[in-house]
């Protein structure tokens, strides 16, 4: 009788149970379906509808954390970029589901787990994200992106990482290392980043010059003279907008030889580096080339002077535009009108003065 009565409490308190788990799982399912109705609704609502949904997943602990990221799990689901969105804002909570997903059996969803812990930005991410990048046989695109987010999140590992890829084999993430030296403007990448000027990598040389110009210094002038007179246009006008950003003069004369070596596609932004570092002795030079009868030329002279726009550069573009030789006037017009307004960015009062009446004139004709 008492071993009845036992089986029947025992019935009872699994029947209890079940029940409780079935409404719990009931509660959860109904939690999952809210969830995905918010974020189906995300991308045309404004802000304040999202900060309320993101408040009420919050409520929802672990089965709201579930939820999200068993969508960012689904690479086909339109609902991804705003369950990522929201896995950002909810922050900490979310970080250890990510790090698990760094070993999903889908690249995307890898890739997708490495950038939003970098942009969660919790340091507990770093020692993961290291084993990503670290690891040979993780697809290079995932292995890229968790650079990227170890360089976001400031890992002290980071530099050395970026300047031990400029050698590798894989040239995506060559350039990607290259590419993140430069937005971290360490100082101490401009070596290895010289060394990597020279390098037969495709597309490494011409991310690294870029880097250096990001870096600034004038340590890497003297390499980036010499790469802008050699190689590929493509190349070369990207070591002259790096030597623009650097400022350095010596860079002047280099800049106004590939200036009239260049064609009308690259003509104007060497002719904005070299108006970066133009002194009084470049603008004497560009002022020499103009002449109506050599239009391509003048047209590549008159963009350095606009960019330039220093007075000295605007009095040559003023009496240019006052002369009467139809194409060449017109480009002298439209260069001078181009350096007023670079000036006047500047905060030159008299430069912008003088384009105002310019806009009235012209008003006043229409």
Not at 152 to 169: D, N, V
Not at 309 to 318: S, Y
Request: overall charge positive; proline content about 3%.
């Amino acid at each position: 009788m008492v071993l009845k009565r036992l089986g029947l409490l025992c019935a009872c308190m699994a029947a209890c149970l079940a029940v409780q788990s079935s409404v719990a799982r009931g509660d959860a399912s109904k939690d999952e379906g809210r969830i995905h109705a918010f974020l189906h609704n995300i991308p045309i609502r404004d802000e304040a509808y999202f900060r309320d949904k993101q408040r009420q997943i919050q409520a929802m602990g672990e089965t709201g954390v579930r939820a999200l990221i068993e969508v960012v799990q689904d690479v086909d689901s339109l609902d991804r970029l705003a369950a990522k969105r929201m896995i950002v804002a909810l922050g900490k909570p979310t970080v250890e589901p990510l790090i698990g997903l760094l070993k999903h059996d889908r690249w995307l969803v890898r890739d997708d787990a490495a950038e939003t812990l970098g942009q969660i930005g919790d340091k507990q991410a770093i020692g993961p994200l290291v084993k990503v990048v670290k690891s040979r046989q993780e697809d290079a695109r995932v292995r890229q992106q968790a650079l990227r987010s170890l360089v976001r999140l400031r890992a002290p590992e980071a530099t050395s990482l970026c300047i031990g890829f400029l050698k590798s084999e894989d040239a995506g993430l060559a350039s990607a290392a290259a590419g993140e030296l430069g937005s971290m403007r360490d100082k101490t990448a401009i070596k290895p980043l010289i060394e990597a000027l020279g390098s037969s990598t495709e597309g490494l040389p011409a991310t690294t010059a870029e880097a250096l110009g990001e870096i600034g210094g004038t340590r890497a002038v003297p390499a980036l003279i010499e790469f802008l007179g050699t190689g590929a246009w493509e190349n070369r006008v990207i070591a002259a907008e790096a030597l623009g950003k650097i400022g350095d003069k010596r860079a002047a004369d280099p800049l106004f030889d590939a200036l009239l070596e260049s064609n009308w596609l690259y003509a104007p932004t060497i002719g904005r580096a070299l108006g970066k570092v133009a002194d009084a002795t470049a603008v004497a030079r560009l002022k020499k080339v103009l002449d109506p009868s050599d239009l391509e030329t003048s047209k590549k002279a008159l963009s350095a002077l606009a960019a330039t726009a220093t007075p000295e550069a605007l009095k040559i573009l003023e009496n240019a535009a006052a002369r009467q030789d139809g194409a060449f006037q017109q480009a002298a017009r439209g260069a001078y009108r181009s350096g007023l307004e670079n000036a006047a960015v500047r905060g030159d009062k008299k430069a912008k003065s003088t384009l105002n009446r310019m806009i009235k004139k012209g008003g006043s004709r229409r």
